[in-house]
């Protein structure tokens, strides 16, 4: 079983930045592929970005690429997730999400993702 923590969450005004950190305890990073997800208020949990075991592919939701970008330190047993230009519909819980079926070199599809955090709160006021 592995435990994700999730941090850096917080509240913020539009435009402004914010990174978020998911610390796993696998301590092989490597054997993991990274994603997070998002739940605004009243909707359903939905896809943001993933990134591969090897660090050499990831893919975003339509509505934040070009403004947040998921890296991964397998040194440190962390995948990040930077947030740039906020905006007031990126308010959510941002959940940390992981994966060790797929190849290092794959993409996880979403329904694959199996270990799951407990979620940090992300509030961007106007």
């Known amino acids: 079983q592995v435990q994700l923590a999730e941090s850096g969450g917080g509240l913020v005004q539009a435009g402004a930045s914010l990174r978020l950190s998911c610390r796993a305890s696998e301590p092989n990073l490597s054997l993991l592929a990274m994603g997070w997800f998002r739940q605004g208020p009243g909707a359903g949990r939905e896809f943001v970005a993933g990134?591969?075991?090897?660090?050499?592919?990831?893919e975003y939701a339509d509505s934040v690429k070009g403004r947040f970008t998921i890296s991964r330190d397998d040194a440190k047993n962390t995948a990040y997730l930077q947030m740039n230009i906020l905006k007031p519909e990126d308010t959510a819980i941002y959940y940390c999400?992981?994966?060790?079926?797929?190849?290092?070199?794959?993409?996880?599809?979403?329904?694959?993702?199996?270990?799951w955090g407990q979620g940090t709160q992300v509030t961007v006021s106007k």
């Open positions: 999400t992981a994966d060790r079926t797929t190849l290092p070199e794959i993409l996880p599809k979403f329904r694959q993702y199996n270990y």
């Open positions: 990134i591969s075991r090897d660090g050499r592919k990831s």
